[in-house]
C-alpha cells in the first residue's frame, strides 16, 4: 500500500500494533511507516490480536479519534 498515497491525510491514520505479532511482523510496520511518514504507530504488547483482548487497543484508537475530532470542531 505504500506506492501510493492513501485518499486521507496521513496525520489521521493510526496503526495499533502487538510487538510480537505473527500475522502483521514489525518489519511489515516499519516499511509503512517508511513509506507513510506521519503515521501515528502505536506498539503494543503480545501478538496480533493481544492489544484488543486487553483492552489497550481501544483505549489508544478511542484517545485518537477524540483528538481527530476535536481537531475538527
Known sequence: ????????D???ILVVAG?????V???????LRRGWP???V???Q??????FRKGEAVSIITEFLKKQFS???
Request: overall charge neutral.
Open 10 to 12: 496521513i496525520d489521521r
Open 25 to 31: 511482523p514489525r518489519e511489515q510496520i516499519e516499511v
Open 46 to 51: 503480545g501478538g496480533h490480536r493481544a492489544p
Open 1 to 8: 500500500p505504500v506506492r501510493s498515497l492513501p485518499l486521507t
Open 19 to 23: 510487538r510480537g505479532d505473527q500475522v
Open 42 to 44: 502505536r506498539w503494543l
Open 71 to 73: 481537531e475538527q470542531v
Open 38 to 40: 506521519g503515521v501515528e
